[in-house]
């Protein structure tokens, strides 16, 4: 706590700017023919924006992260950005689920409450999910089991990086970055001097009952207050079939057979009932409520403000049937009948609450070379607790604050510091992670070179790290340097861009994959680190294209990363205190992956459009002895059509995910799946396209899909057949 009090927060890291998809940004010219579909479509994308943009033109409302000057660079290719109507369409409590139909994401979906987004077949401790620009500071890269703590009911929107850009806003961000905007700290002063966003939902696979409202109200002409909450509740969620896959079904009835043989005729009903449970997942509820105030000050072209947060969930883990069986039976032969009390002993659940704290400036400086000067910064107190039945297993304490300030350049450059402190704690008797302390402290800059038809871009970042655990008498120190550089060009008039980036990335191990040794039962596993971990480094090359040919528009990314000790979590197929044992490892691996998207209109007339959406994923990663890394995506397609008639739009969906038997050590196949959707939106308002109601089906034909990248894909498949029914407001 000490050396936390004591910490001074300085600093700063890059923000930059990436363009939404191009069909989210199309602008139709001002004349009297009807608009086509597609017109329609960005002009509403772009109406809803509206309501909320700044008028300072370098602000965040240009849906970048900051800095409007870079969100041509094309190092940053791999982008997306969720609007609002996206965001109601894909609604969940978890930001990785609301991602998953973004080309090269997919999510952890460990369970309804805790899904964290993967990039590229990255995650974790390589993937950095940020609000706006800065660090959630929960322990959601700890481990799979662990919440985000972002509420999707209350953002205005969320951004998607992938590709060596990412890496500006921190070491951690190998793999990508996710960044949700939110409208905690207002930029501007709202039209009419009051705004209000709403949005609530139900659904019928989880007994849904949700709602979120945001409030921006106008104190006087330079001073806005603004308000925020949520609350959402769900039940356990519906399934289509069994809850465990056939494999481990299989097992647990050949147990079951044994223990029969035996005598044991309890213990074999209850291996049996495992097996055959079916149609829902038992203790996968969630509640969760959110609150948050802040306060906005825009004089001229500059603002300021800040803002504090409350964030509180309580979420059920789905435990995987049988593990631990004799453990208990050992530990009591006491069960009731229905063995209500082994059931309660098995149950984990996981109390989850952060407060948080906010500042941002954006401080024009006039005339010279800098044209503003952007400061960021926040402090969590972030405390979770797992629980085991009504018992306190394990207790994760973290208090962080993370900063960074950003020059801009008049030429569009930027130059920057960041810096972050985080101090770690896990209390109780099956803490898995020793206390531990990291600090880092970077500078960074991001350049262009415009040579008409080509550009030369290119980004660098060093960056000094400490991880220490006083308890273990351990301290690491590692410098890190990465880099990134394109060549951009032009062919064409139409707006097409091709062009090339080469990077090199490095990234030190965290706390956790050092320091781990013990059990973790809300994974039901016992974890190993490796204080001796040495910095992970990768090459990367990545070929893109993107733009808009006639009235299409693609993105397209071919990539290659060639990693030396990549840091990974390998199960050895051994066991302590009756868990399997997973431990850190590092060893050279490549990954080599494709992603791309088209929306193409197919039907566009007047009053009418049919628009297609097609999108592709697909993503191979093997270390150097030829085996394969463990939870690696499969591939996955996604195609759409869209009829737009003013107020009412009709979207059909179909997912489809391959099937993965390019597994590591101990980890099982998963099955292809393929999922069907369907959304109905009216939007009764001709002047407010914004207010919205939607009526979706998902998993339309009750589909069992299980996700390859969840360490619970065996027990925990995605959700049956759901209706769900949701408002959004804005006015």
């Not at 930029?187 to 009419?192: K, L, R, T, W, Y």
């Not at 609530?200 to 603004?226: C, M």
């Not at 809850?243 to 009903?269: F, I, M, T, W």
């Amino acid at each position: 706590m000490k050396s936390f009090a004591s910490s001074l927060a300085l600093a700063t890291a890059l923000s930059f700017s990436f363009s939404a998809p191009a069909y989210a940004q199309q602008n139709s010219d001002a004349n009297d023919a009807e608009p086509s579909s597609q017109e329609r479509a960005a002009t509403r994308i772009e109406a809803e924006r509206e309501r909320n943009r700044p008028d300072d033109p370098h602000s965040r409302g240009n849906i970048l992260i900051t800095t409007e000057g870079l969100r041509d660079l094309d190092f940053i290719a791999g982008q997306d950005v969720l609007e609002p109507e996206e965001i109601q369409r894909n609604l969940s409590g978890q930001v990785g689920e609301v991602l998953s139909k973004v080309p090269g994401v997919s999510a952890t979906s460990f369970a309804p409450g805790a899904s964290r987004p993967i990039l590229r077949g990255l995650d974790g401790e390589r993937v950095r999910v940020l609000i706006d620009g800065v660090g959630t500071a929960d322990a959601g890269n700890t481990s799979a089991d662990h919440a985000t703590a972002i509420e999707p009911l209350i953002v205005e929107r969320i951004e998607v990086l992938r590709g060596p850009a990412a890496l500006l806003f921190g070491s951690q961000a190998i793999g990508g970055v996710v960044n949700v905007i939110d409208r905690r700290i207002p930029a501007s002063v709202p039209e009419g001097g009051f705004h209000v966003d709403a949005l609530v939902a139900a659904d019928s696979v989880s007994d849904l009952l949700s709602g979120g409202l945001s409030v921006d109200a106008a104190i006087s002409d330079t001073v806005v207050a603004h308000f925020d909450g949520s609350y959402r509740d769900t039940d356990d969620v519906e399934i289509p079939g069994f809850q465990v896959a056939p494999e481990l079904r299989a097992d647990l009835l050949a147990d079951a057979e044994e223990e029969e043989a035996e005598g044991a005729l309890d213990e074999a009903e209850e291996l049996r009932e495992a097996a055959n449970r079916r149609g829902f997942l038992p203790n996968s509820s969630t509640e969760t409520y959110t609150v948050n105030g802040g306060l906005g000050v825009i004089i001229g072209e500059s603002d300021f403000g800040f803002s504090v947060g409350y964030y509180d969930t309580f979420y059920g883990l789905i435990g995987r049937p049988g593990a631990g069986h004799h453990h208990h039976g050992e530990e009591g032969e006491d069960h009731d009948e229905d063995h209500g009390g082994e059931e309660e002993e098995e149950t984990v659940s996981i109390g989850l609450e952060q407060f948080r704290a906010d500042f941002r400036g954006n401080i024009a400086l006039g005339g010279g070379f800098f044209d503003r000067l952007k400061l960021r910064g926040g402090y969590s107190d972030y405390t979770h607790t797992e629980f085991e039945g009504t018992e306190v297993g394990t207790v994760f304490d973290t208090q962080t604050i993370e900063t960074r300030a950003e020059l801009i350049q008049r030429s569009g450059g930027v130059v920057g510091l960041q810096y972050r402190f985080r101090d770690f704690q896990a209390v109780g008797e099956e803490a898995f992670v020793a206390p531990n302390d990291t600090t880092q402290l970077a500078v960074f800059t991001v350049q262009e070179l415009d040579f008409g038809a080509v550009q030369l871009e290119g980004a660098g970042r060093y960056e000094m790290v400490d991880v220490e655990s006083r308890v273990l008498d351990i301290e690491r120190d590692f410098d890190l340097f990465s880099g990134a550089a394109s060549l951009v060009f032009e062919p064409f008039e139409d707006d097409v861009r091709i062009g090339v980036t080469g990077s090199r990335s490095e990234r030190a191990p965290a706390g956790e994959e050092l320091f781990a040794n013990g059990p973790h039962i809300a994974t039901q596993a016992f974890e190993i680190g490796d204080p001796d971990l040495d910095v992970e480094s990768a090459w990367g090359l990545e070929a893109f294209a993107r733009g808009a040919i006639g009235g299409a528009e693609f993105g397209v990314s071919v990539y290659k990363q060639w990693f030396d000790d990549f840091i990974f979590l390998q199960e050895t197929g051994e066991e302590e205190d009756e868990l399997p044992v997973f431990v850190f490892l590092q060893q050279d691996t490549d990954f080599f992956g494709v992603e791309g998207e088209v929306r193409f209109p197919l039907v566009d007339t007047d009053g009418f459009g049919l628009i297609g959406d097609v999108r592709a994923s697909y993503v191979e990663a093997e270390f150097d002895d030829g085996t394969n890394v463990p939870r690696i995506p499969p591939l996955s397609l996604f195609g759409a059509l869209e009829a737009q008639t003013g107020a009412f739009d009709l979207r059909g969906e179909v997912q489809y995910f391959a099937e993965q038997d390019e597994v590591a050590a101990f980890e099982t196949p998963t099955d292809d799946f393929t999922f069907v959707n369907a959304y109905l939106t009216w939007r009764p308002l001709q002047d407010n396209s914004a207010v919205a109601l939607q009526l979706a089906g998902e998993n339309l034909f009750d589909v069992t899909g299980r996700r390859h990248a969840s360490f619970a894909k065996d027990f925990a498949p995605l959700p049956g057949r759901n209706i769900r029914a949701s408002v959004r407001l804005s006015f």
